[in-house]
Protein backbone atom coordinates (compact mmCIF):
# COMPACT_ATOMS: atom_id res chain seq x y z
CA UNK A 1 0.00 0.00 0.00
CA UNK A 2 1.32 3.45 -0.56
CA UNK A 3 3.25 5.11 1.62
CA UNK A 4 2.17 8.14 2.64
CA UNK A 5 5.93 10.43 2.44
CA UNK A 6 7.33 12.83 0.08
CA UNK A 7 10.11 11.24 -0.89
CA UNK A 8 13.47 12.91 -2.45
CA UNK A 9 12.51 10.59 -5.89
CA UNK A 10 9.34 11.60 -6.16
CA UNK A 11 10.07 15.80 -5.38
CA UNK A 12 12.50 15.53 -8.41
CA UNK A 13 9.90 14.10 -10.37
CA UNK A 14 7.19 16.22 -9.22
CA UNK A 15 9.99 19.38 -9.63
CA UNK A 16 11.04 18.57 -13.18
CA UNK A 17 7.52 18.68 -14.47
CA UNK A 18 6.22 21.57 -13.30
CA UNK A 19 9.66 22.99 -14.54
CA UNK A 20 8.32 21.91 -18.03
CA UNK A 21 4.80 23.63 -17.51
CA UNK A 22 5.08 26.91 -15.69
CA UNK A 23 6.57 28.15 -18.77
CA UNK A 24 4.35 26.97 -21.15
CA UNK A 25 2.31 29.69 -22.47
CA UNK A 26 0.21 27.65 -24.92
CA UNK A 27 -2.27 25.98 -24.82
CA UNK A 28 -3.48 28.41 -22.85
CA UNK A 29 -7.27 28.57 -21.11
CA UNK A 30 -7.73 32.35 -20.23
CA UNK A 31 -9.98 34.10 -17.72
CA UNK A 32 -10.09 37.04 -19.24
CA UNK A 33 -12.87 39.83 -19.93
CA UNK A 34 -12.25 41.72 -22.57
CA UNK A 35 -12.79 45.71 -22.26
CA UNK A 36 -12.06 46.97 -25.64
CA UNK A 37 -9.72 45.67 -28.63
CA UNK A 38 -6.72 47.05 -26.43
CA UNK A 39 -7.18 43.92 -24.38
CA UNK A 40 -6.21 41.38 -27.33
CA UNK A 41 -3.01 40.17 -25.64
CA UNK A 42 -1.82 36.76 -25.34
CA UNK A 43 -1.16 35.32 -21.90
CA UNK A 44 2.36 36.23 -20.84
CA UNK A 45 1.80 40.29 -21.77
CA UNK A 46 -1.04 39.97 -19.04
CA UNK A 47 0.58 37.96 -16.79
CA UNK A 48 4.14 38.02 -16.80
CA UNK A 49 4.46 35.65 -13.71
CA UNK A 50 1.69 33.35 -14.15
CA UNK A 51 1.60 32.85 -17.92
CA UNK A 52 2.10 28.82 -18.03
CA UNK A 53 0.54 25.50 -17.22
CA UNK A 54 -2.26 26.18 -19.21
CA UNK A 55 -3.88 28.76 -17.01
CA UNK A 56 -3.30 31.32 -14.38
CA UNK A 57 -4.55 29.07 -11.31
CA UNK A 58 -2.44 25.95 -12.35
CA UNK A 59 0.66 28.17 -12.87
CA UNK A 60 0.00 29.75 -9.77
CA UNK A 61 -0.06 26.66 -8.10
CA UNK A 62 2.70 24.67 -9.91
CA UNK A 63 4.99 27.42 -8.10
CA UNK A 64 3.44 27.17 -4.99
CA UNK A 65 4.87 23.11 -5.94
CA UNK A 66 8.26 24.07 -7.10
CA UNK A 67 8.81 26.18 -3.78
CA UNK A 68 7.59 24.17 -1.46
CA UNK A 69 10.12 21.29 -2.77
CA UNK A 70 12.29 23.54 -3.11
CA UNK A 71 11.97 24.31 0.79
CA UNK A 72 11.52 20.93 1.41
CA UNK A 73 14.12 19.24 -0.75
CA UNK A 74 16.59 21.55 -1.13
CA UNK A 75 19.27 18.63 -2.49
CA UNK A 76 17.50 17.92 -5.26
CA UNK A 77 19.01 18.41 -8.41
CA UNK A 78 16.20 20.59 -10.27
CA UNK A 79 16.52 23.22 -7.08
CA UNK A 80 19.12 25.48 -8.24
CA UNK A 81 17.01 25.79 -11.63
CA UNK A 82 13.93 26.53 -9.77
CA UNK A 83 15.37 29.30 -7.95
CA UNK A 84 17.16 30.66 -11.09
CA UNK A 85 13.49 30.76 -12.76
CA UNK A 86 12.01 32.57 -9.56
CA UNK A 87 14.93 35.30 -10.06
CA UNK A 88 13.81 35.88 -13.67
CA UNK A 89 10.29 36.11 -13.02
CA UNK A 90 9.16 36.86 -9.45
CA UNK A 91 10.17 41.00 -9.81
CA UNK A 92 8.39 44.05 -8.75
CA UNK A 93 8.23 45.46 -11.81
CA UNK A 94 6.66 42.13 -13.03
CA UNK A 95 4.32 41.72 -10.23
CA UNK A 96 3.17 45.43 -10.38
CA UNK A 97 1.81 44.09 -13.61
CA UNK A 98 -0.13 41.39 -12.31
CA UNK A 99 -1.64 43.68 -9.77
CA UNK A 100 -2.48 46.48 -11.99
CA UNK A 101 -4.26 43.36 -14.23
CA UNK A 102 -6.12 42.53 -11.04
CA UNK A 103 -7.07 45.91 -10.43
CA UNK A 104 -9.37 46.62 -13.82
CA UNK A 105 -13.30 46.59 -13.45
CA UNK A 106 -13.50 43.92 -15.68
CA UNK A 107 -11.49 41.78 -13.08
CA UNK A 108 -13.76 41.98 -10.57
CA UNK A 109 -14.40 38.13 -10.37
CA UNK A 110 -11.17 37.07 -11.50
CA UNK A 111 -10.63 33.83 -10.42
CA UNK A 112 -12.71 33.60 -7.79
CA UNK A 113 -12.34 32.29 -5.15
CA UNK A 114 -9.72 29.30 -6.70
CA UNK A 115 -7.18 31.72 -7.78
CA UNK A 116 -7.19 33.78 -4.92
CA UNK A 117 -7.02 31.01 -2.39
CA UNK A 118 -3.95 29.72 -4.12
CA UNK A 119 -2.08 32.72 -4.56
CA UNK A 120 -2.58 33.16 -1.24
CA UNK A 121 -0.81 29.49 0.33
CA UNK A 122 1.78 30.59 -2.69
CA UNK A 123 2.50 33.64 -0.69
CA UNK A 124 2.01 31.56 2.52
CA UNK A 125 5.08 28.94 1.42
CA UNK A 126 7.66 32.05 0.24
CA UNK A 127 6.88 33.78 3.71
CA UNK A 128 8.66 29.71 5.31
CA UNK A 129 11.85 30.36 3.17
CA UNK A 130 14.60 31.30 5.48
CA UNK A 131 17.25 32.17 2.41
CA UNK A 132 17.44 35.01 0.91
CA UNK A 133 16.18 34.80 -2.16
CA UNK A 134 13.48 33.35 -0.98
CA UNK A 135 12.85 36.36 0.82
CA UNK A 136 13.31 38.31 -2.39
CA UNK A 137 10.54 36.27 -3.87
CA UNK A 138 8.47 36.84 -0.62
CA UNK A 139 8.91 40.80 -0.98
CA UNK A 140 8.36 40.93 -4.49
CA UNK A 141 5.10 39.10 -4.65
CA UNK A 142 3.48 40.40 -1.71
CA UNK A 143 2.07 43.67 -3.31
CA UNK A 144 -0.22 40.77 -5.04
CA UNK A 145 -1.07 38.52 -1.87
CA UNK A 146 -1.78 41.63 -0.24
CA UNK A 147 -4.44 42.33 -2.85
CA UNK A 148 -6.00 39.24 -2.57
CA UNK A 149 -5.94 39.12 0.85
CA UNK A 150 -8.37 42.37 0.81
CA UNK A 151 -10.55 40.78 -1.97
CA UNK A 152 -11.56 38.52 0.48
CA UNK A 153 -12.44 40.86 3.13
CA UNK A 154 -14.40 42.53 0.95
CA UNK A 155 -15.98 39.24 -0.20
CA UNK A 156 -16.58 36.92 2.39
CA UNK A 157 -19.18 39.13 4.27
CA UNK A 158 -21.32 39.62 1.00
CA UNK A 159 -20.99 35.65 0.16
CA UNK A 160 -24.75 34.33 1.67
CA UNK A 161 -24.17 31.36 0.20
CA UNK A 162 -21.20 28.22 0.57
CA UNK A 163 -20.67 27.08 -2.94
CA UNK A 164 -20.61 23.31 -2.24
CA UNK A 165 -19.63 21.54 -6.38
CA UNK A 166 -15.84 20.25 -6.14
CA UNK A 167 -14.48 22.63 -8.52
CA UNK A 168 -13.07 25.87 -9.06
CA UNK A 169 -15.69 27.20 -6.89
CA UNK A 170 -15.59 25.49 -3.97
CA UNK A 171 -15.84 27.79 -1.05
CA UNK A 172 -14.73 25.22 1.60
CA UNK A 173 -11.61 24.99 -0.14
CA UNK A 174 -10.54 28.71 -0.55
CA UNK A 175 -11.18 29.35 3.01
CA UNK A 176 -8.80 26.37 3.98
CA UNK A 177 -6.29 28.06 1.96
CA UNK A 178 -6.97 31.11 2.83
CA UNK A 179 -6.73 30.76 6.46
CA UNK A 180 -3.39 28.92 6.31
CA UNK A 181 -2.60 32.09 4.76
CA UNK A 182 -4.23 34.41 7.40
CA UNK A 183 -1.78 32.21 10.23
CA UNK A 184 1.09 32.14 8.43
CA UNK A 185 1.65 35.95 8.17
CA UNK A 186 -0.51 37.19 10.62
CA UNK A 187 -3.30 38.36 9.32
CA UNK A 188 -5.61 37.98 12.35
CA UNK A 189 -8.62 40.05 10.71
CA UNK A 190 -8.43 37.86 7.37
CA UNK A 191 -7.85 34.87 9.55
CA UNK A 192 -11.11 35.54 11.99
CA UNK A 193 -13.19 36.28 9.23
CA UNK A 194 -12.19 32.70 7.51
CA UNK A 195 -13.04 31.19 10.76
CA UNK A 196 -16.87 32.91 11.36
CA UNK A 197 -17.67 32.89 7.49
CA UNK A 198 -17.06 29.04 7.85
CA UNK A 199 -18.92 28.10 11.32
CA UNK A 200 -21.70 30.37 9.16
CA UNK A 201 -21.40 28.73 5.80
CA UNK A 202 -21.02 25.57 7.65
CA UNK A 203 -21.07 25.27 11.28
CA UNK A 204 -24.75 23.47 11.12
CA UNK A 205 -24.42 20.91 8.78
CA UNK A 206 -25.89 17.58 9.79
CA UNK A 207 -26.24 13.94 7.86
CA UNK A 208 -24.64 14.72 4.96
CA UNK A 209 -24.86 12.53 1.92
CA UNK A 210 -22.04 12.84 -0.08
CA UNK A 211 -23.83 12.89 -3.43
CA UNK A 212 -20.09 12.00 -4.83
CA UNK A 213 -18.31 12.28 -7.48
CA UNK A 214 -19.81 14.49 -10.20
CA UNK A 215 -18.13 13.73 -13.51
CA UNK A 216 -15.09 17.04 -13.19
CA UNK A 217 -14.99 17.40 -9.53
CA UNK A 218 -11.43 17.45 -8.41
CA UNK A 219 -12.36 18.55 -4.61
CA UNK A 220 -14.45 16.21 -1.99
CA UNK A 221 -17.57 18.36 -1.40
CA UNK A 222 -18.00 16.40 1.90
CA UNK A 223 -14.46 15.78 2.57
CA UNK A 224 -13.29 19.56 2.19
CA UNK A 225 -15.84 20.58 4.38
CA UNK A 226 -14.74 18.35 7.32
CA UNK A 227 -11.22 19.24 6.73
CA UNK A 228 -12.00 23.22 6.89
CA UNK A 229 -14.00 22.60 10.17
CA UNK A 230 -11.30 20.94 12.22
CA UNK A 231 -9.01 23.66 11.45
CA UNK A 232 -11.94 26.33 12.56
CA UNK A 233 -13.05 24.23 15.46
CA UNK A 234 -11.19 23.02 18.96
CA UNK A 235 -10.71 19.58 18.98
CA UNK A 236 -13.69 19.02 21.22
CA UNK A 237 -16.37 20.98 19.26
CA UNK A 238 -15.11 19.55 16.26
CA UNK A 239 -15.64 16.01 17.59
CA UNK A 240 -19.16 16.96 18.41
CA UNK A 241 -19.69 18.76 14.90
CA UNK A 242 -18.03 15.50 13.11
CA UNK A 243 -20.35 13.41 14.71
CA UNK A 244 -23.36 14.91 13.64
CA UNK A 245 -21.68 15.48 10.15
CA UNK A 246 -21.31 12.37 8.68
CA UNK A 247 -23.21 10.26 11.67
CA UNK A 248 -22.50 6.67 10.16
CA UNK A 249 -18.95 6.82 9.13
CA UNK A 250 -17.60 4.00 11.10
CA UNK A 251 -20.23 1.65 9.53
CA UNK A 252 -18.34 2.93 6.28
CA UNK A 253 -21.05 4.75 4.59
CA UNK A 254 -21.81 7.05 2.50
CA UNK A 255 -19.94 4.13 1.20
CA UNK A 256 -19.03 6.52 -1.94
CA UNK A 257 -16.03 8.44 0.02
CA UNK A 258 -13.82 5.48 0.82
CA UNK A 259 -14.17 4.02 -3.38
CA UNK A 260 -11.16 6.18 -5.44
CA UNK A 261 -13.32 7.75 -8.53
CA UNK A 262 -12.80 5.78 -11.91
CA UNK A 263 -10.85 7.75 -14.59
CA UNK A 264 -11.85 6.84 -17.75
CA UNK A 265 -10.16 9.08 -20.30
CA UNK A 266 -6.91 10.80 -18.74
CA UNK A 267 -6.42 12.35 -21.99
CA UNK A 268 -9.78 14.58 -21.50
CA UNK A 269 -9.28 17.41 -18.82
CA UNK A 270 -12.17 17.05 -17.49
CA UNK A 271 -12.19 13.57 -16.41
CA UNK A 272 -8.50 13.72 -15.31
CA UNK A 273 -9.91 16.10 -12.66
CA UNK A 274 -11.31 12.71 -10.98
CA UNK A 275 -7.53 11.94 -10.37
CA UNK A 276 -7.72 15.04 -8.35
CA UNK A 277 -10.54 14.36 -6.75
CA UNK A 278 -8.69 11.03 -5.33
CA UNK A 279 -5.74 12.95 -4.58
CA UNK A 280 -7.45 15.68 -2.56
CA UNK A 281 -9.70 13.28 -0.81
CA UNK A 282 -6.32 11.61 0.53
CA UNK A 283 -5.43 15.04 1.87
CA UNK A 284 -8.14 15.46 3.54
CA UNK A 285 -8.55 11.91 4.74
CA UNK A 286 -5.25 12.32 6.46
CA UNK A 287 -6.25 15.49 7.96
CA UNK A 288 -9.27 14.27 9.40
CA UNK A 289 -7.77 11.39 10.79
CA UNK A 290 -5.23 13.93 12.16
CA UNK A 291 -8.08 15.24 14.31
CA UNK A 292 -9.72 11.93 15.50
CA UNK A 293 -8.41 10.67 19.28
CA UNK A 294 -6.00 7.70 18.49
CA UNK A 295 -8.89 5.13 19.83
CA UNK A 296 -11.47 6.54 17.40
CA UNK A 297 -11.76 3.24 15.19
CA UNK A 298 -12.27 6.22 12.24
CA UNK A 299 -9.24 7.14 12.73
CA UNK A 300 -7.50 3.58 11.26
CA UNK A 301 -10.31 4.16 8.75
CA UNK A 302 -9.44 7.54 7.60
CA UNK A 303 -5.48 6.48 6.83
CA UNK A 304 -6.64 3.51 5.03
CA UNK A 305 -8.82 5.63 2.88
CA UNK A 306 -6.20 8.01 2.39
CA UNK A 307 -4.11 5.88 1.31
CA UNK A 308 -6.00 3.63 -1.02
CA UNK A 309 -6.95 6.56 -2.85
CA UNK A 310 -3.20 7.92 -3.01
CA UNK A 311 -2.17 4.56 -4.30
CA UNK A 312 -4.86 4.52 -7.18
CA UNK A 313 -3.27 8.47 -8.50
CA UNK A 314 -0.15 8.81 -7.73
CA UNK A 315 1.08 6.49 -10.49
CA UNK A 316 -1.06 9.17 -12.92
CA UNK A 317 0.26 12.66 -11.83
CA UNK A 318 2.71 12.65 -14.50
CA UNK A 319 2.04 11.60 -18.22
CA UNK A 320 -0.49 13.44 -20.01
CA UNK A 321 -0.76 17.42 -19.98
CA UNK A 322 -4.58 17.57 -19.22
CA UNK A 323 -3.40 16.41 -15.77
CA UNK A 324 0.38 16.84 -15.69
CA UNK A 325 0.06 20.84 -15.36
CA UNK A 326 -1.72 20.90 -11.86
CA UNK A 327 -2.12 17.57 -10.57
CA UNK A 328 1.51 17.59 -8.61
CA UNK A 329 -0.02 20.31 -6.26
CA UNK A 330 -2.81 17.90 -5.11
CA UNK A 331 -0.20 15.12 -4.50
CA UNK A 332 1.70 17.35 -2.62
CA UNK A 333 -0.94 18.46 -0.47
CA UNK A 334 -2.04 14.60 -0.49
CA UNK A 335 1.91 13.46 0.71
CA UNK A 336 2.61 16.40 3.31
CA UNK A 337 1.87 15.82 6.84
CA UNK A 338 -0.53 17.95 8.59
Given at each position: MTELALTPDIAARFARAALGHVTREYPNKLDHVLAGPADVLGPRALHPVFFGSFDWHSCVHGWWTLFTLRRLHPNIAEAAAIADLADQLFTPAH???????????????????????????????????????????????????????ERFKAFLPIATYPVRTGTHYNTAFALRLALDYAETVGDTDLADLCRVTALRWYGE??????????????????????????????????????DLYLPRLVDRTPAALFEPATVSDRSDGK??????????????????????????????MAVTAARIHLGTALPHVTGDYMGEHWLASFAVLALLTD
Open positions: VAIEVAYLSRPESRGFERPYGWAWLLMLQAELTRHDDERGRVWASALRPLAQAFADQDCQAWEPSQDEFLSPTLMVGDLMRRVMHDQDFGSWFIAHLDGLNLSRAWCWRGIAASLPVEDSRQT
